[in-house]
């Protein structure tokens, strides 16, 4: 029988090829975001199960989870959803913060709250939590880049405390991605350094793999020479 892996942000450029190539992996997916048309069309392939939810909330993450056990038992949780807005210390106002946080840090905090006993009754499974370069190092726009500095400790904080139910816990730090989005901006020069998603989204695979079992508490940059 195929392990099953949640997967939160399904929809987005980076979720649907992170989707893909765990299916390609021979995993289930339950995918997990807003709800709309890209959503829906996940749920072509039939083993990919799209799971409408509000991620951002406490209350609304478990009436999904609770819709994900009528499904499968995850072995996995990858928490791809977020968001972002630019805004430097001048611009930033108090509902970007609150909707950045909440879209960032709250929606992994309450996933893996929510994911954390479910994977420890399966005996054990992994984590895998999105930040960015900005929460690092760097220039950032200030609520998304201390948003995402919150999900890097979040990460460190959780392999300590769930190591005993052998969960383990990572993130990975991408710069820039190379997506339909972003090339709406981006130079001829940016897009050439850029990260494909599909590289993304075989390290995000392999950290949720049986061979990466030694891992745990790791930040690990997806840059590239972005």
């Not at 791809?80 to 106002?93: I, T």
């Not at 405390?161 to 989005?181: C, G, H, M, Y």
């Amino acid at each position: 029988m195929s392990r099953a892996v949640v997967i939160t942000g399904a929809a987005g450029a980076l979720g649907q090829v992170v989707v893909a190539e765990f299916v390609s992996s021979g995993w289930e997916v339950v995918a997990l975001d807003r709800p709309g048309e890209r959503l829906d069309a996940l749920g072509a392939d039939p083993a990919v199960h799209p799971i409408a939810a509000d991620l951002a909330h406490q209350d609304t993450v478990a009436v999904a989870f609770e819709q994900v056990d009528a499904v499968a038992a995850p072995a996995a949780l990858v928490s791809l959803a977020g968001g972002f807005k630019p805004g430097s210390l001048a611009e930033v106002d108090e509902a970007t913060v609150r909707s950045l946080w909440d879209t960032n840090f709250g929606s992994a905090l309450w996933c893996a709250q929510a994911a954390g006993p479910r994977l420890a009754a399966a005996g054990g499974g992994a984590i895998v939590n999105v930040g960015s370069r900005t929460a690092r190092e760097g220039k950032a726009p200030v609520a998304h880049g201390t948003a995402k500095a919150a999900v890097l400790r979040l990460t460190e904080i959780l392999a300590l405390e769930l190591r005993p139910q052998k969960i383990r816990v990572n993130a990975v730090l991408p710069s820039v991605i190379d997506t339909a989005a972003n090339r709406t901006w981006m130079s001829e020069s940016v897009v050439a350094r850029a990260v494909p998603p599909s590289a993304i989204a075989k390290v995000i695979a392999f950290l949720c793999s049986d061979d990466a079992w030694p891992i745990s508490g790791a930040s690990i940059p997806v840059y590239g020479d972005s």
